[in-house]
Structure formats: structure tokens, C-alpha cells
């Protein structure tokens, strides 16, 4: 892993470690022969298809080695994915220090979901995959003491190491992780929060951090091409073939980033960050640029340099109005407010 990667998780990680006052949270309850073991976690996720969870180890948490290099401890951080009716769930496990260790997999009675706790029936039988290592199969000694002793039938015994075998094969493709596992990694908690606590903000911010986005890819690819074009043709010193196929490449550029960006398979355009906007900064930097425009309208040089910025801000307000009113369900003020007013100074402009 880069520097700059584990940087990125260390911030992430420690975003996630401050778990909100009053953060939604559910009990589980997991079940291993006669043992009962219960944990307290917060509720990233609870969408139909698929539950998402976070977990921190505090310090009653006895430390449990997994590998010869792993060991959770206080201070590791466990991200949960749990599937209603799928009989395994994927835990990303991530050292205190903030490393990613690695993927594990536990073999599972599909689980009870209905009722706090959650219950989950562990079948012993699991599958490690450290990071940067091949997945290995832990614990058939356990589920074949559990045949013996007649907590399981030989039946269910079978099925579970045969989905054991299937899960332990998957892991050696390299795309073997479920979608909503490479969605949603640790570095998207932030974006979970915010999307379970104020889903139209969410929204309303990976919208208009997608378009942001989008327009700093097209600058950055125009910029590149158009270093190359002016090094190696003579496409800015005259008018020609050069010229109309610099120009014929920009815009295939732009017309090749634009689904990439919008739809989200972009680096920056994964999650938006709660920090990016919100309503009230869009509002104030609409009054702040409608004051430009009223000192301003008179002088035609402005009007150039005015109108695709109170654009972009009018745009971004119709965003989070449209957003906050369809999935919060509340009258976004400050949203309309800058929506009217950005109408108000173009129409003076224009």
C-alpha cells in the first residue's frame, strides 16, 4: 500500500472512530455452539438489500489472534456487511493503527434480523483473507467436534463446507468482493453518516461534487492535450487540420468523462465528504456574488466573468432544494432562497 493510501485510511479511520452522539445502533447477538457472545455497533446501513455495520473494539474486548500477523485488539476497527438471507457475512478488519488487515468471512445460518438483537447463528467454519495474501479456511476441526457432538447434522455440516469451499475459491479472483463491499469501504463512512442521517444532502452533495468533479477532470485532460498539441503541432499558430483535430479531441474527452464522472466511477466522485456544501454556504455565496452583481451589472467586462458563476450557484442551490424537499422532506429556505436570487441576478445580467 502507498503512503498516500494509508494516509488516506489513517484520516478515514479516525473519522469513523467518532462515532456520533445519539448514532443509530443495533445489538447483535452471535451464536457459537453454547456460547453467546453480544456486541454493541452502530447502524451505518439498513437498506433491504443489504445491512452495513460499524464496530469498534473498546477495552473489555480480549484480544484474539486470527494469524501469526493479525490480531484484533482495543482500538480495531471492524466494518460489517451482512446480506438478509445469505448464510456468510464479510467483516473488514482494520488495526488500530489504521492498516486494513484484511477480509473476514464467517459462515452463518441466514440471520434474524427482525428483532434487537440481531441473531446470528456462527457455523464455526470460516475463510481469512489477509491483505495481500491468499484466503485460507479456518476452524473445520471446530464444525466436525460440532457433527460429533450433534449441534449440527452431517447435513448441514456438508452444506457448509461446500459454500465454504465456493466462498475460499471465489477469493482468488481478483474482483471476487461483493459490489456493496467495494462500494462502501472504510473510507466511505463519512458519506454513510451522512447519507442515514440527512439522505437529501447526500444527495444534493454527490451531485453537485460529481459535476465539480467532472469539470476539474475536463479541465485537467484539456489542459494535458492541449500541452501536447501546442509541443508536437502547430495547432495554435494556425488555422487547420491540427487545430480541428485538437479541438475534435477535447470535446470526445469531455463526452468520455461525462458518464464516468456522473455516474460515480471517478476517484473523486466515489462519496461526497459532509463538509463539501450544504444550502446555507451555497446561500451565502450567492448574497455574496449577487452584491458583486448589483455593484456590477452596469459594467458590460463583468458580465462575462459573473454569468457562469451565478449559474453554477443557482445550479448546485436547485440541487439541494430539489434534494432536501424529495428525501428529507423539508422546505429547504436557504436552498430557494439562493434559487430566487440567482434568478434575480440574471435576469439583471442578461
Not at 484474539?64 to 438478509?84: A, E
Not at 466436525?144 to 465456493?166: C, K, T, Y
Not at 463491499?181 to 460529481?210: C, K, M, Y
Not at 460515480?264 to 451565502?284: I, K
Request: hydrophobic residues 50%; glycine residues 10%; aromatic residues 10%.
Amino acid at each position: 500500500m502507498s503512503f498516500d493510501l494509508l494516509g488516506a485510511r489513517r484520516r478515514a479511520l479516525r473519522v469513523a472512530r467518532r462515532i456520533p452522539d445519539g448514532a443509530p445502533h443495533v445489538e447483535v447477538a452471535v451464536r457459537r455452539g453454547g456460547d453467546v457472545r453480544q456486541f454493541r455497533q452502530e447502524l451505518l446501513a439498513d437498506w433491504p438489500e443489504m445491512k452495513i455495520t460499524l464496530q469498534l473494539l473498546d477495552s473489555s474486548f480480549q484480544p484474539l489472534r486470527i494469524d501469526d500477523s493479525t490480531t484484533l485488539r482495543r482500538g480495531s476497527l471492524l466494518v460489517w456487511y451482512l446480506w438478509p438471507g445469505e448464510a456468510f457475512e464479510i467483516g473488514a478488519f482494520h488495526h488500530p493503527g489504521g492498516a486494513f488487515q484484511g477480509y473476514y468471512i464467517n459462515l452463518i445460518r441466514p440471520p434474524r434480523l427482525e428483532s434487537q438483537p440481531w441473531i446470528i447463528d456462527d457455523l464455526y467454519l470460516d475463510v481469512w483473507v489477509p491483505a495481500g495474501g491468499r484466503g485460507v479456511l479456518f476452524d473445520e476441526e471446530e464444525l466436525r467436534a460440532a457433527v460429533e457432538r450433534g449441534a449440527l447434522s452431517d447435513r448441514e455440516a456438508d452444506g457448509v463446507r461446500e459454500l465454504g469451499g465456493r466462498l475460499l475459491e471465489a477469493t482468488q479472483r481478483s474482483r471476487w468482493l461483493p459490489p456493496g463491499v467495494r462500494h462502501w469501504p472504510v473510507e466511505s463512512v463519512p458519506a454513510l453518516r451522512l447519507r442515514r442521517d440527512t439522505p437529501g444532502i447526500f444527495h444534493a452533495a454527490r451531485i453537485s461534487g460529481r459535476i465539480i468533479a467532472y469539470g476539474l477532470y475536463v479541465m485537467g485532460v484539456v489542459s494535458a492535450t492541449s500541452i501536447g498539441f501546442a509541443a508536437f503541432t502547430d495547432a495554435f499558430m494556425i488555422a487547420g487540420a491540427a487545430q480541428q483535430t485538437w479541438k475534435l479531441v477535447i470535446l470526445g474527452e469531455a463526452l468520455l468523462l461525462a458518464p464516468l464522472a456522473l455516474g460515480g466511477l471517478l476517484p473523486a466522485t466515489r462519496w461526497p465528504q459532509p463538509t463539501l456544501t450544504d444550502e446555507r454556504s451555497l446561500f451565502v455565496a450567492t448574497l455574496a456574488s449577487g452584491l458583486a452583481v448589483l455593484a456590477l451589472n452596469t459594467r458590460a467586462e463583468w458580465s462575462g466573468a459573473l454569468l457562469p458563476v451565478y449559474g453554477t450557484l443557482g445550479l448546485f442551490s436547485l440541487i439541494f432544494a430539489v434534494c432536501r424537499w424529495s428525501f428529507d422532506r423539508e422546505v429547504p429556505v436557504f436552498a430557494l432562497a439562493g434559487v430566487a436570487m440567482t434568478l434575480l441576478a440574471l435576469v439583471l445580467l442578461l
